[in-house]
């Protein structure tokens, strides 16, 4: 305990955005830092502190005057500001993804806060206290360009020699649908191309995920349109297909722009979430209203039209990510807030 310098709880069971933003993260900051996740949910290599370890959190790190409770939900905010009124010595830490005013509870918790990260400027932006923006980063020995032939499309044995893909939970807020209106206009136009859609159906989902295949069905499409569920490794698949949609309705960050960035992929992404600060139109992808789609079928079609031109643009967004968007360059931004909270500043 007395090693453990930084606190990252996780008090949210479900997968989520914030959950693998902690899972890719602590790995990097362990090894320049004494972290230590708490919570359920995490996978069994992150270090972790066990509920039995709890009342260490009042003893002071070996090194440092505070330990860091790095918070990134209301659940996590709070138990943190009950460790300071009960006496340990912590910093409290906020990263917000969050895309609306917050509600007054939320406003209080933050206000709390030693420091406040915001993932995004338009994050940032309906914070009504000073922040310093640090945008996501990617881990690029994870995510990464097709290096042998299992991650070629034509390894899979799936229809077509080009693939489009859109991964994440299917519903509504994240544009599945659009996604999938936009495919039955586009692929009986370009019969080289398949659509591959990858992710959960949770229970109160599938009626809508049904809608999906009924429609697809109907216009003849089942063998183009394919549904391949929660897969046990997306990473190739970002590999694989020679397009990358995110076509949210609404998000917090979003990951998944950067990670097909990362893999060579070009990206039409809706402006939800950070993904307009990601793409630069033109060079690396495209940006459409979020919600509209027939932006977004128009975004998709020279892509299709002309694969040469998704090849550069994977291309150069492969760069912007190694450039902009690296894990270890979000790790030494985040860094950076820590020490400055340790040397006894606010």
Known sequence: MRQVEVVAPNFKIRLSGVTSTIIQLVPVQARHLGVATIGPGLPDGLPKLRWWQVPGLWL???SRRARIWHARRNVEMAPGILLRVLGAPVKLVFTSAAQRHHKPFTRWLIRQMDAVIATSGRSGSFLEIPHVVIRHGVDLEAFHPARTEADTYASTGLPGR??????????????????????????PQHPEWTAIICGRVTAEQVAFAEDLKKRIAQAGLSERILFLGEVDDVKPWYRRVSLYVAPSRNEGFGLTPLEAMASGTAVVASDAGAYAEMIVPGETGQVVPAGDGVALREAIRPYMEDVELARRHGAQGLARVRAEFSLDR?????????EHLWAGAR
């Open 162 to 187: 080009y693939a489009i893909g859109c991964f994440g939970r299917i519903r509504h807020q994240k544009g599945t649908d659009l996604f999938v209106d936009a495919m039955i206009d586009l692929l």
């Open 60 to 62: 002071r790190p070996r």
């Open 330 to 338: 979000e790790e030494t931004a985040i860094r950076r807030v820590y």
